[in-house]
């Protein structure tokens, strides 16, 4: 019987390279031979071994942004999932159960039934106890559950740039979708990584008047890169930030602030300071367990009319949207992409994209297990 290879987690900072058997496919499910699987923060997280206090079982098959061919698939899955066999795939991390209260509300990005063994509803965090094992996209072939969430992606574009289907999706939810964006609006994005990047594509495609960027000065390549996607100013996170604010608005804030920044806490206070009143603040970076606020006055919220919301993930349309962009080649998002590992290279990878790798300026990173 064919094998095929994956990257396994067996603990924090260890990864072994193994073989699996290809399962069989039935009529409602497929098997997806992968071509690049993106790499995101959450999966240095998982590296790190920080996942294990929200039910991480290990060993597991890392990887939740996969893109490839679907090589094998039933009646019913090709019926429902609108593929055949040689069609090229975008994946969603999520497996909604499909029969629960958030799956049935459409919200099966909130899931918690999980699978037999695990709590986790990812692909990525699906232990390989589970059977048919192959569940991450760090791997050559992934296991297509009933449950996927598929889109179909043109085949004549590079891999690398179709992965980014992940981090635009996310942009296009958390930019425009989730705080409703509309046309003559002034956005401001805090964070220039993967995210903060795609999300200033979305809020000119939401038809945003104004983009300005916050980030650190030493991430100029970002913030250059962020400039050719369209952001209008660049602020440094070590200046004034309230006061450049108030100025290039004339003094009328955002309509929009999204904080995409990992662990510092710093752009959600300046976010109720430069929002104006009745605007909407997205909250879209992890700031790790136990992160408190602080700072904040309560009645600023109240006095401003604000809308604050938490977004983790994008949901189905938004990686509609992403897919569709990236295959119009309407901006140069292969500019993002900055390198790509093979499978028994996924630590130095995943070093790479946290930056803890002297001289590399990581913007997105991908393996292609064909590497
Ligand atoms: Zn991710
Ligand atoms: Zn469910």
Redesign the pocket.
């Given at each position: 019987m064919a094998k095929a290879r994956a990257a396994v987690q067996v603990g924090p900072k260890h990864y072994e390279i193994r073989e699996f058997e290809i399962p069989k496919i039935g009529t409602n499910d497929a098997l997806m031979r992968v071509e690049a699987c993106g790499l995101?923060g959450?999966?240095v997280d998982q590296y790190d071994g920080k996942l294990d206090a929200m039910g991480l079982i290990l060993p597991v098959i890392p990887g939740?942004?996969p893109v490839g061919i679907v090589e094998e698939i039933g009646f019913e899955a090709a019926r429902r999932w609108g593929v055949r066999v040689g069609d090229r795939v975008a994946i969603e991390?999520t497996l909604g159960c499909g029969r629960c209260r958030a799956c049935m509300t459409g919200n099966y990005r909130r899931c918690r039934v999980g699978r037999p063994g695990t709590r986790l509803t990812a692909c990525g965090f699906i232990p390989t106890s589970v059977e048919p094992s192959l569940w991450g996209g760090i791997a050559e072939y992934m296991y297509l559950d009933p449950n996927a969430a598929v889109h179909r992606i043109a085949r004549d574009i590079p891999a690398e740039l179709a992965v980014l289907f992940?981090p635009l999706a996310a942009g296009i939810s958390w930019a425009h979708r989730e705080p409703g964006t509309r046309i003559g609006d002034t956005v401001v994005i805090f964070g220039a990584g993967q995210r903060g990047l795609t999300s200033v594509i979305a809020a000119r495609e939401a038809g945003a008047r104004s983009v300005f960027v916050v980030g650190r000065r030493q991430s100029a390549h970002r913030l250059a890169l962020a400039r050719t996607f369209g952001a209008d100013e660049i602020i440094f996170s070590d200046e004034d930030v309230v006061q450049r604010v108030r100025a290039l608005t004339h003094g009328e804030g955002a309509d929009v602030v999204l904080d995409v920044t990992a662990e510092t806490l710093t752009p959600v206070t300046v976010a109720i300071d430069i929002v104006r009143p009745g605007g909407t603040i997205v909250l879209a970076g992890v700031k790790g367990p136990g992160a408190q606020l602080q700072g904040i006055e309560h009645d600023r919220i109240f006095a401003k009319e604000l809308t604050i919301k938490g977004v983790k993930n994008a949901d189905f349309l938004s990686f509609e949207i992403a897919v569709r962009l990236i295959e119009s080649a309407k901006y140069p998002l292969e500019k993002m992409h900055t390198h790509s590992f093979g499978l028994a290279d996924l630590e130095q990878a995943l070093l790479t994209l946290a930056g803890r790798v002297p001289g590399e300026n990581a913007i997105s990173v991908c393996i292609d297990p064909a590497l």
């Open positions: 995101c959450s999966d939740h942004e991390p992940q």
